[in-house]
């Protein structure tokens, strides 16, 4: 196929999953149902953006819907509705409907713990964190404790997580702990 100018190789069965679509009646196995120009290379011309023809080929190749962040959702919906490809149209209105409802619920509110540790417990203390909670920053507040001839460094490790508890505007801290 050339999109706008770009090529793109694929098999009649992909091209087919959708047996409604523009694509499966362009390349139907009894003969094309839908005439189209072709380009001196024999490729069916398709005067379309390929920078959005990309996740459509890769949704009919593994039914899963991948959108570069680049891209726009509504440029794909576009598309989809063109090539006729009603499972996809459904999937992406779906994406921009949850990222509406998303951006609708205002910014995103961060927990905040402060964490002391010693320097051998730090390692740790870091690679056990679950449940959401991310590294933020790490303070050293010097050595306070002395363990034979050796100081031990002491540490506040900065932590946080997204804050996704609300119910009718008031929002609820986790009772959740940072493990460590």
Known sequence: LNVGGTYFVSTRQTLCREPKSFLCRLCCQDGPELGSDKDETGAYLIDRDPTYFGPILNYLRH?????????????????????????????????????????????????????????????????????????????SIGSSYNYGNEDQAEFLCVVSRELNNSTNGIVKEPSEKAKV
């Open 63 to 139: 039914g899963k819907l991948i959108i570069n962040k680049e891209l726009a959702e509504e440029g794909v919906l576009e598309e989809a509705e063109f090539y006729n490809i009603a499972s996809l149209v459904r999937l992406v209105k779906e994406r921009i409907r949850d990222n509406e409802n998303r951006t609708s619920q205002g910014p995103v509110k961060h927990v905040y713990r402060v964490l002391q540790c010693q320097e051998e417990e730090l390692t740790q203390m870091v690679s056990t964190m679950s449940d959401g909670w991310k590294f933020e920053q790490l303070i």
